[in-house]
């Protein structure tokens, strides 16, 4: 993939950065030279997106150690308009757009042609139909809002938004483009896209590496990584753990490298669970947007069993639970049967009623109300809502089971991360779900609390309940799961029994890595995970 260009465009020295005590960081190591595309891989956890930020001016200089060098010259980036007028963009995982905007708007946010003094409409929308237009995007209606298209075309509209400034003078303007001394991060950038946008935007992504644009691929897809990239750097445990030539070595390297050759910790061998199937789920399919988010999915959860879900990110996991519970936004085909009955995918009313329970990825957001107590909290979903003494009684219950650290009147936001889920946990249990759906159960939950939690969960499957755990946690997995499925752009890859299974393993699977050579042409992943229910929802389901 040599494209003639050899300048070093960047490193990134030594960079040390801690949030409170955790420590994201320790001296990571990075650098890409002009005219290269880069790919950056690690787990989840591993600090890719934390470099990035550092490099990109959000987290600025003074707030991390190390040293950040562009084209020769030290940077100490103030914020990210610095590292923008030292020619650097980023596409950030997470979509910055504003909703209420118009495409033109976000597009040309900051720097809207104006006349006399205020912003001309008419030229907003010529400009950016010209964006657009020059990154193979015609087709998209720069008036449309935000808030109106679907998650794939919003994705656009963010990598749009990134390019902008190296697709040449408006009309009219003479000059050039901005410095070629430029840099572009991707962070994930083809979760929410189709094949023939990614095909787009791997085009563009070429011809800008060739006119010299140094570009960082973050991406979880070792088909994209081998296509894409000319070398990859590798996190681990926020520190580098090697830089290869994509020529020179194998998907099954860069897995190495990113989980470590390290021994696994000893697990004790998890039964055979033999008991009755609890959830019998035949050709689930889920279509939102126009795209398959999940396609002919088959798996089954016995009482009492704990079964684990993995994949990269936009691989299906929160699809699959949030249309178990009733919450996914499109059309879904296949069946789900819970003890041999259909079970009812319209709503999440009707899955609690059926014996579902959810446990959502955003405990703060979705899962609590940080501004009501512990017992309030804990009654959410039971006949106990709303009489205080009753409310009361139930709590010091649940404290008590649960080994919550606060008490019955104790504002829930002033609990820990790990008392929280807790007490999300302990909502569900007044009347005992027959399923229980667990999305990251332990993200951001201290090793201590994580071991307290695994033993309740533990607990509520010996009782009887079926736990389907989806995570990206993968000693996580390991840790709780008897059998684990893993997904890959929708559809189940995979079949592993935990006790016999790796972390590699795992990767393999997810990653596509262990189903032979990299496809010239990536396929990556048609369709982001739905979004999870909403805490209002979730409220209105209580008795």
Not at 66 to 71: A, L, N, P
Not at 223 to 244: I, K, P, Q, S, Y
Not at 392 to 420: F, M
Not at 444 to 464: C, F, P
Request: aromatic letters at 2%; one cysteine or more.
């Amino acid at each position: 993939m040599s494209t003639g260009h050899s300048a070093r465009a960047l490193s990134l020295a030594g960079i040390v950065k801690s949030f409170g005590g955790v420590q994201a960081l320790r001296g990571a190591d990075l650098s890409a030279d002009a005219g290269e595309i880069l790919g950056v891989c690690g787990e989840n956890g591993a600090g890719k997106s934390t470099l990035l930020k550092v490099l990109t001016g959000v987290h600025p200089h003074g707030s991390y150690e190390g040293t950040v060098t562009v084209f020769g010259e030290v940077r100490r980036f103030r914020g990210t308009g610095d590292a923008l007028a030292a020619g650097i963009a980023i596409v950030h995982q997470e979509l910055m757009l504003i909703p209420e905007l118009s495409v033109a708007e976000n597009l040309l946010l900051g720097r809207e042609p104006r006349r006399f003094g205020l912003v001309d409409d008419f030229a907003l929308e010529v400009e950016a139909r010209r964006i657009l237009a020059r990154f193979g995007f015609g087709d998209l209606d720069p008036r449309a809002t935000i808030r109106e298209l679907g998650i794939g075309v919003q994705q656009i509209v963010e990598i749009a938004r990134a390019l902008a400034p190296w697709c040449g003078p408006r009309p009219g303007e003479g000059g050039s483009a901005p410095s070629e001394a430029k840099v572009l991060v991707l962070d994930e950038p083809t979760a929410a896209l189709t094949k023939d946008e990614c095909t787009r935007l791997f085009a563009i992504l070429g011809d800008l590496r060739a006119k010299g644009t140094c570009i960082l691929y973050v991406s979880h897809r070792m088909d994209e990584v081998f296509a894409m990239c000319d070398r990859v750097t590798v996190l681990r445990d926020g520190r580098t753990a090697g830089t290869v030539v994509t020529k020179e070595t194998t998907p099954g390297e860069v897995v190495s490298l990113m989980i470590g050759r390290e021994a696994p910790a000893e697990r004790a061998p998890k039964p055979t669970i033999d008991a009755p199937v609890c959830l019998d789920i035949r050709g689930l399919g889920l279509v939102a947007g126009g795209r398959a988010a999940l396609s002919d999915v088959s798996l089954t959860v016995r009482r009492g069993e704990i079964v684990g879900v993995c994949g990269a990110m936009g691989s299906g996991r929160t699809a699959l639970l949030s249309t178990l519970f009733g919450c996914a936004e499109g059309t879904v085909t296949g069946e789900a049967r819970l003890d041999g009955a259909p079970l009812a995918l319209g709503s999440p009313r009707e899955a609690i009623a059926q014996g579902v329970a959810l446990l959502p990825e955003d405990r703060k957001g979705k899962g609590l109300v940080l501004a009501m107590t512990v017992a309030e909290n804990l009654a959410l979903t039971s006949a106990a809502c709303g009489d205080e003494l009753a409310e009361a009684v139930l709590a010091r219950k649940r404290i008590r089971e649960l080994s919550i650290r606060g008490d019955t009147d104790t504002v829930t936001l002033a609990l820990s991360g790990g008392n929280q889920q807790k007490v999300v946990l302990g909502k569900w249990l007044e009347n005992p779900p027959k399923l229980l759906l667990l999305d990251e159960p332990t993200r951001g939950v201290d090793v201590g609390a994580r071991e307290e939690i695994y033993a309740i969960l533990e607990g509520i499957a010996a009782k009887g309940t079926a736990i389907l755990a989806a995570s990206s946690d993968l000693p996580e997995v390991l840790r709780l799961s008897h059998r684990i499925y893993v997904l890959r752009q929708g559809r189940v890859c995979g079949e592993l029994a935990a006790d016999r299974a790796t972390q590699e393993d795992i990767v393999l699977l997810s990653t596509g890595a262990g189903a032979g050579d990299p496809p010239a042409t990536p396929t990556p992943s048609r369709e982001p995970e739905p979004k999870e229910p909403t805490l209002e929802r979730l409220q209105e389901c209580a008795p």
